[in-house]
């Protein structure tokens, strides 16, 4: 069954708002991101140059030392995508809505209202 016309504006007024809080927490987690990955990178560098051996231990340690930074910017990188899929989400189902409601617009229009055969 096809929504009316209210029910179209009011669910398109509902998406509207969810994308711009969309926007505003991709801006946020890709931000927290950046630093998330700096402070992994960083970490990594400090854990390597105090390990002492061969490189190879080295780099061994330091990857060790960090594993949960680097799994913290991971996250916060998914997290990150998460929400830009949310936003491609919203505007598919604004375009939706927008196509549902001319659809009612127009069957409206169609429609013989006060006439009599």
Do not use: W
């Amino acid at each position: 069954m096809i929504p009316n016309q209210g029910e179209i504006v009011l669910r398109l007024s509902e998406l509207s708002r969810l994308l711009d809080k969309a926007t505003d927490d991709v801006a946020v987690l890709d931000e927290q991101a950046v630093r998330a990955k700096q402070a992994a990178e960083v970490a990594e560098a400090k854990a390597y140059l105090q390990a002492e051996g061969s490189i190879d231990a080295r780099k061994a340690h330091a990857t060790v030392q960090v594993a949960d930074l680097v799994l913290a910017a991971e996250l916060a990188a998914a997290q990150h995508r998460a929400c830009r899929e949310r936003i491609r989400t919203l505007g598919v189902q604004i375009d939706v809505g927008r196509t549902l409601s001319a659809a009612t617009r127009n069957q409206f229009a169609a429609e013989p209202i006060g006439q009599h055969t």
